[in-house]
């Protein structure tokens, strides 16, 4: 185990990044970067490891045109309008992908493929006066429904004419490539093309479902819909995935006790859920999974990097929270600050605790809050709860080798922890060592560290089914911690018991996350501060840049590189009601104040 251990230590080697320091890779202008406390090559190893998303043959990425003309489909100036990030070639990156776009190797069968990483959708980029400010761990503005779509269409294309197909064989094949060659690559995409369109239909089946937008994506339901419908081999047993939810920022996640929107998976080393965590998360975002036929194996091949988990995840553990980069937005007034202060400890500490940049290497637990008291869009919980066939499932643990039985029907809760867990099973030392990898990364006690090796022996399969039992006595600890997570004081019983509570956490860094609310339905923390009949109904998202007195992105909607989205807020998921603590009790002065503090954090 110390090989593995020192392998990851190589990927922290490098100096610090130092505040104002250029983003090394970043296309044109000035990016500059913020210190968030990790090195040049932490950077660049979060941005282009492989975490086993396998969307389509790394080649064929390499080599497909747009839809349209015969520009790559990876042009930096698509994936910009697209707002992800493009990047320059280097040894981290040698095809200058953008950031996020990864390389994997399948281990048998050495087939290459283009998928993401964690950093395609949780880096971000603020624009103020000319200056591109990187934000490690922030909310991607990419668009990843426009992405998909843009993408089959393209597939499409080539398809279909056989110019497009001519420049692609001869790039993927080579230019003296058989006849039959060609047929079979034809053939092969072809299938691919139906694999992703597929998906794409099972996510967007609604009649009129509102479009996605930047910065947003319905996670949980494409999970789910990937699990419950993909793997299942079931096409009509998805669910229209209309909850999207802005993406989380990922400071202060490693140290949170339950993660996700609604707080529903555990998390720590005792109980490997972070493992579980960003496993789920792979097979959302086009990992492979083979749930075998025979209930009786316990273990299932999937394309999951696990050691790569666990190095990704003590990367992130090592994050902090940005600072306001006072060289280049307007100085905080911190006289206003200090009696803002005031206003957040009467109404905003109960739920968003403060934590220090000393403090945030120390673990915490989140506040879950019902819905029925913070009046937030219910959309992303009323998915989360509803029912359908379990197929392949039925008959099978929760946990796989622990946990109740799934029955003929069910949520896409317990399939998915089993998909993960079996998973982890298929490489018990490998799974064990990526936990001591990914705590290795964080400031956990010593004695917590422990937990994880203790018991090892010549046993990883027992010794990793122990932690798999912690995770489900986690995940059904209720209700003194809500499934880990410290419950306020007001919460409704039955709310709790279902399940139908949105997570609270520290507001390190918040300025740099918008926009608000977890559906992003708030443009700036200065229109979260109103009450609702006085915030926008409409707004445009698509320009990165950065209003730093109302908090948030400006709405324009005429954008020069990309095309604005509107954002609806009277459409299924959109809704920009609830958290409406303090709006009427404080005056506009009051909410100066506020805001000038909320700059500090």
């Given at each position: 185990?110390?090989?593995?251990?020192?392998?990851?230590?190589?990927?922290?080697?490098?100096?610090?990044?130092?505040?104002?320091?250029?983003?090394?890779?970043?296309?044109?202008?000035?990016?500059?970067?913020?210190?968030?406390?990790?090195?040049?090559?932490?950077?660049?190893?979060?941005?282009?490891?492989?975490?086993?998303?396998?969307?389509?043959?790394?080649?064929?990425?390499?080599?497909?045109?747009?839809?349209?003309?015969?520009?790559?489909?990876?042009?930096?100036?698509?994936?910009?309008?697209?707002?992800?990030?493009?990047?320059?070639?280097?040894?981290?990156?040698?095809?200058?992908?953008?950031?996020?776009?990864?390389?994997?190797?399948?281990?048998?069968?050495?087939?290459?493929?283009?998928?993401?990483?964690?950093?395609?959708?949780?880096?971000?980029?603020i624009d103020y006066r000319s200056v591109g400010i990187r934000i490690e761990g922030g909310p991607t503005m990419g668009d990843f429904e426009r992405f998909n779509v843009a993408l089959v269409d393209a597939l499409n294309a080539t398809y279909k004419s056989n110019g497009k197909f001519s420049r692609f064989?001869?790039?993927?094949?080579?230019?003296?490539?058989?006849?039959?060659?060609?047929?079979?690559?034809?053939?092969?995409?072809?299938?691919?093309?139906?694999?992703?369109?597929?998906?794409?239909?099972?996510?967007?089946?609604?009649?009129?479902?509102?479009?996605?937008?930047?910065?947003?994506?319905?996670?949980?339901?494409?999970?789910?819909?990937?699990?419950?419908?993909?793997?299942?081999?079931?096409?009509?047993?998805?669910?229209?995935?209309?909850?999207?939810?802005?993406?989380?920022?990922?400071?202060?996640?490693?140290?949170?006790?339950?993660?996700?929107?609604?707080?529903?998976?555990?998390?720590?080393?005792?109980?490997?859920?972070?493992?579980?965590?960003?496993?789920?998360?792979?097979?959302?975002?086009?990992?492979?999974?083979?749930?075998?036929?025979?209930?009786?194996?316990?273990?299932?091949?999937?394309?999951?990097?696990?050691?790569?988990?666990?190095?990704?995840?003590?990367?992130?553990?090592?994050?902090?929270?940005?600072?306001?980069?006072?060289?280049?937005?307007?100085?905080?007034?911190?006289?206003?600050?200090?009696?803002?202060?005031?206003?957040?400890?009467?109404?905003?500490?109960?739920?968003?605790?403060?934590?220090?940049?000393?403090?945030?290497?120390?673990?915490?637990?989140?506040?879950?809050?019902?819905?029925?008291?913070?009046?937030?869009?219910?959309?992303?919980?009323?998915?989360?709860?509803?029912?359908?066939?379990?197929?392949?499932?039925?008959?099978?643990?929760?946990?796989?080798?622990?946990?109740?039985?799934?029955?003929?029907?069910?949520?896409?809760?317990?399939?998915?922890?089993?998909?993960?867990?079996?998973?982890?099973?298929?490489?018990?030392?490998?799974?064990?060592?990526?936990?001591?990898?990914?705590?290795?990364?964080?400031?956990?006690?010593?004695?917590?560290?422990?937990?994880?090796?203790?018991?090892?022996?010549?046993?990883?399969?027992?010794?990793?089914?122990?932690?798999?039992?912690?995770?489900?006595?986690?995940?059904?600890?209720?209700?003194e911690e809500t499934k880990g997570a410290a419950i306020n004081n007001k919460m409704n019983a039955g709310e709790i018991e279902n399940g139908e509570v949105y997570k609270a956490r520290p507001l390190a860094g918040i300025w740099s996350t918008g926009p608000y609310l977890h559906n992003g339905s708030v443009?700036?923390?200065?229109?979260?501060?109103?009450?609702?009949?006085?915030?926008?109904?409409?707004?445009?998202?698509?320009?990165?840049?950065?209003?730093?007195?109302?908090?948030?992105?400006?709405?324009?909607?005429?954008?020069?590189?990309?095309?604005?989205?509107?954002?609806?807020?009277?459409?299924?998921?959109?809704?920009?009601?609830?958290?409406?603590?303090?709006?009427?009790?404080?005056?506009?002065?009051?909410?100066?104040?506020?805001?000038?503090?909320?700059?500090?954090?």
């Amino acid at each position: 185990m110390s090989l593995v251990l020192s392998a990851c230590a190589t990927e922290q080697e490098g100096p610090m990044i130092e505040e104002d320091s250029s983003v090394a890779g970043a296309i044109s202008r000035k990016i500059v970067n913020l210190d968030q406390n990790w090195t040049t090559d932490t950077q660049q190893a979060f941005y282009f490891t492989t975490q086993g998303s396998r969307i389509l043959p790394y080649s064929w990425y390499i080599a497909l045109e747009q839809a349209g003309n015969q520009i790559l489909f990876r042009d930096n100036a698509h994936m910009q309008a697209l707002r992800y990030l493009p990047d320059k070639k280097s040894h981290w990156n040698p095809d200058g992908l953008a950031v996020g776009f990864v390389k994997d190797t399948d281990k048998e069968t050495k087939k290459e493929w283009m998928g993401f990483t964690c950093a395609a959708c949780h880096t971000a980029q603020i624009d103020y006066r000319s200056v591109g400010i990187r934000i490690e761990g922030g909310p991607t503005m990419g668009d990843f429904e426009r992405f998909n779509v843009a993408l089959v269409d393209a597939l499409n294309a080539t398809y279909k004419s056989n110019g497009k197909f001519s420049r692609f064989s001869d790039a993927v094949l080579g230019k003296n490539h058989s006849a039959d060659e060609e047929v079979i690559l034809r053939n092969e995409l072809k299938q691919q093309t139906l694999i992703l369109a597929e998906r794409n239909n099972i996510n967007h089946s609604g009649k009129n479902q509102p479009d996605y937008g930047y910065g947003r994506l319905d996670a949980i339901g494409a999970i789910f819909n990937q699990i419950l419908s993909h793997f299942n081999d079931m096409p009509n047993n998805g669910l229209i995935a209309d909850a999207p939810a802005s993406y989380p920022f990922l400071w202060g996640t490693h140290q949170s006790d339950v993660v996700q929107w609604t707080g529903f998976a555990p998390n720590g080393p005792a109980s490997l859920g972070a493992l579980i965590r960003n496993g789920g998360e792979v097979l959302g975002v086009y990992g492979q999974l083979d749930i075998p036929d025979k209930k009786s194996i316990k273990h299932y091949k999937s394309s999951i990097s696990i050691i790569n988990l666990g190095k990704l995840e003590s990367w992130v553990a090592k994050l902090r929270s940005p600072i306001w980069p006072a060289e280049y937005f307007p100085p905080i007034n911190l006289q206003l600050a200090a009696k803002g202060k005031l206003h957040y400890d009467r109404y905003c500490i109960s739920c968003h605790q403060v934590m220090t940049r000393e403090q945030q290497g120390d673990s915490y637990k989140a506040i879950l809050t019902p819905l029925s008291e913070v009046g937030t869009d219910p959309q992303e919980i009323k998915n989360m709860l509803k029912q359908r066939l379990s197929g392949n499932f039925k008959g099978r643990k929760e946990g796989v080798v622990v946990g109740d039985v799934i029955g003929e029907k069910t949520t896409g809760l317990s399939p998915l922890v089993n998909s993960v867990v079996g998973s982890l099973l298929e490489h018990p030392m490998e799974s064990i060592e990526a936990a001591i990898i990914e705590y290795e990364g964080g400031l956990v006690e010593k004695s917590e560290k422990d937990k994880i090796i203790s018991g090892i022996g010549d046993s990883s399969s027992k010794a990793l089914e122990a932690k798999v039992s912690k995770y489900i006595e986690l995940y059904h600890k209720q209700p003194e911690e809500t499934k880990g997570a410290a419950i306020n004081n007001k919460m409704n019983a039955g709310e709790i018991e279902n399940g139908e509570v949105y997570k609270a956490r520290p507001l390190a860094g918040i300025w740099s996350t918008g926009p608000y609310l977890h559906n992003g339905s708030v443009l700036s923390i200065a229109e979260l501060l109103q009450p609702v009949n006085k915030r926008r109904k409409k707004f445009y998202l698509g320009t990165r840049e950065f209003d730093p007195v109302n908090i948030g992105y400006v709405s324009k909607k005429t954008i020069a590189d990309a095309t604005a989205f509107e954002f609806d807020t009277g459409l299924v998921g959109n809704s920009n009601r609830g958290h409406e603590y303090g709006t009427v009790h404080l005056s506009d002065s009051d909410k100066k104040e506020l805001l000038e503090y909320i700059k500090t954090l």
